[in-house]
Every structure is written in structure tokens, then in C-alpha cells.
């Protein structure tokens, strides 16, 4: 059994890190975060402490060592440009780190937590859990064995609707989530480059507040992408049935069906970490260096090939009247 902290723990994915702990029979011995309606505890770990301020935490944690109870994994659900600092707070404990996505915000944050794994002779986790999906393995599967010269022809698109309440949160703020790459992107990001292989070049044709569109072309496919959080570019068919997602990927034409069987991939990201085989900051390299790239990039015109979804109307910033970007 091995002993856990989660920094965290109010956050929304947190219950995906929760019941893997549980379900890996393991123990949670403190948990952190600066808001405390984390009701969710009582049916995960009751008895773990709980502090709202990181001092506090942090002198608990200290507290522990010094009565020789090791802290074996720091849990880090935080917003998206904590992750590093709660990274190195998790290291220097002595306990090795599993973090969500994304891991970091710029590729040279990964070198710089390189350094402090091999200091304190610790490893950072993180959670990819697309690579462990049934549907996606087959497909890697399926072109790792086709021709080795295929570029295959691919269209990612990921509609998962936000309300007002995301751009006054810190995931609408580009400077704390990376933007809308980052935030909603960064695991297909992960699964294209996996499956199939290097980067050769990321076009970029609309990065606004509620959505972002280009092409990546990789080793073996040419990537078509579209990510959008806004409710209007949702198919009818979907807002029919009360739904506010609708993902979709197609190989070469053909519909790659992956809606479900992603309950469990944290708890079998839990069991293949606490196994030594967890992914660590070489694995999330090329998606972390795709987003930043993304949120960098000059926008290319629109001509020739892209999504057809990326030639839809702009609607204005929520709060910026009469602007449609940042």
C-alpha cells in the first residue's frame, strides 16, 4: 500500500485521481486545496487531513517525514501553470509526482523538472490516458503494421461546450491555461503524435476565445484539427439529445469509435505508474511542444485544405463587446 497526498483535491477531474488511489488500494494521507467544498473526500478517504492553505500543507507533509511516514506519490490536479511549481514541491518531499495534463506549459519547463528528477532521484507522471484506450491501441496497432511510406488522411474534431463561467476562471485566462489547445486539446495532441509519429510541420488557421483550427502533419497522417468550447457549433443532433460534447476522428475516412471505455484509464494510468511504467516528461514532450507552438504561431490564411468547421461564423468574446478575439 502506498501512501498519497493530492493537491487539489476540490478540482473537477481530482474524483478520476481519488477512485484510483481507492481502486489501486492504496491510501490517501492529505489532501490540499485553497477551496473547500470537497465533500467528495467522505467517499474516497474521510480520514485524510485537508488544508486550504499550502503552508499549512506543507508543514503537514514535513511533519510526516520527520515521524518516518513516507509520502510515495504527490497527486497534482492544480490549475495548469502550477503544475511545475507543485511538480518540484513534490520531488523535494521525496515522493514522485503524477500530474495531470498539461504537464507543463513550454517545452524548456520539462528540462528544467529533468534536472530536479535527477537531483532528487524521483520521477514525474503523467496522465495520458488516451494511450492506454482500447480503440486508440488497435489503431496504432493497425498502422504501425500498414505501409511504412501511408500518410493517411485524418480529421479531429472536439466540441465540448463552456459557459460564461470558463472565461472568468483561470481556464480563460492564456497566460494561466495555455489556451484552448492546452486546455481541451493537449490529450488528442498526445494520441495523434503516438500513434502517428513525429511533427513535421503545425499550421495554425484560428485561435479565438472559444476556438482553434489547423493542420499537423506528422510522420504518417495529415491532421485536420478543430476544438471549439462554444455550444452554438454543436451538431444538431447532438443539442437534440441534451448533449453538450461531440467528438470525432475519421482515418482516411472511417470513424474511429472511442465515446466510451474511458472510465477506468486513470486507474490503469494509477496501476501501470505505481508498476514503474508510468509516462513521464520525454512522453509528454512533442504534445507540450505542439500547444505552445499552436499558441504562438502566426495564422496561416485559410486557402487550399482545413476544417470545414473553421470557416464558421465568429461570434464576440463573451466579455469584450464587439471583439471575437482576446
Known amino acids: 500500500m502506498k501512501n498519497f497526498a493530492l493537491i487539489g483535491v476540490g478540482g473537477y477531474v481530482a474524483v478520476r485521481h481519488l477512485r484510483a488511489i481507492k481502486d489501486t488500494n ?11 467544498s470537497v465533500g467528495i473526500m467522505d467517499s474516497y ?26 509520502l510515495d506519490y ?15 514541491m513534490a520531488l523535494r518531499s ?19 523538472l529533468k534536472d530536479i528528477e535527477n537531483e532528487y532521484d524521483k520521477t514525474v507522471n503523467t496522465i495520458l490516458q488516451l494511450r492506454l484506450h482500447p480503440s486508440i491501441i488497435a489503431l496504432k496497432e493497425k498502422i504501425d503494421k500498414g505501409p511504412k511510406d501511408k500518410i493517411y488522411d485524418v480529421d479531429l474534431t472536439y466540441l465540448t461546450s463552456r459557459g460564461n463561467w470558463y472565461y472568468t476562471s483561470w481556464k480563460g485566462d492564456v497566460t494561466k491555461s495555455g489556451g484552448i489547445a492546452s486546455n481541451i486539446g493537449i490529450h488528442f495532441y498526445d494520441m495523434l503524435s503516438w500513434v502517428f509519429g ?6 495554425v488557421h484560428l485561435h479565438k476565445h472559444d476556438r482553434a ?16 468550447i462554444n455550444y452554438d457549433v454543436l451538431p444538431k443532433e447532438i443539442k437534440a439529445k441534451g448533449q453538450r460534447t461531440y467528438r470525432s476522428i475519421t482515418v482516411d475516412g472511417d470513424e474511429i469509435e472511442f465515446s466510451d471505455g474511458f472510465f477506468d484509464l486513470h486507474t490503469a494510468s494509477y496501476e ?55
Open 26 to 36: 492504496n491510501q490517501l494521507l492529505v489532501a490540499l486545496d485553497k477551496f473547500d
Open 94 to 112: 521525496g515522493a514522485h509526482a503524477i500530474c495531470e495534463k498539461p504537464l507543463v506549459l513550454n517545452p524548456w519547463n520539462l528540462d528544467a
Open 74 to 88: 504527490i497527486s497534482i490536479c492544480t490549475p495548469n501553470y502550477l503544475h511545475d511549481s507543485h511538480i518540484r
Open 213 to 228: 483550427s489547423g493542420i499537423l502533419e506528422f510522420e504518417k497522417a495529415r491532421v485536420r484539427w478543430f476544438l471549439s
Open 272 to 326: 501501470n505508474i505505481v508498476a514503474g511504467k508510468g509516462f513521464g516528461l520525454e512522453e509528454a514532450r512533442q504534445s507540450i511542444e505542439i500547444v505552445h507552438d499552436i499558441r504562438v504561431a502566426e495564422l496561416s490564411p485559410m486557402e487550399g485544405d482545413y476544417h470545414p468547421l473553421a470557416k464558421l461564423p465568429l461570434p464576440n468574446h463573451p466579455f469584450k463587446s464587439g471583439s471575437s478575439s482576446y
Open 198 to 203: 513525429g511533427v513535421k510541420s503545425n499550421k
Open 45 to 70: 478517504f474521510p480520514d485524510a487531513s485537508f488544508f486550504v492553505e499550502f503552508e499549512r500543507f506543507d508543514r503537514h507533509v514535513e511533519k510526516l517525514r520527520r515521524k518516518n511516514v513516507q
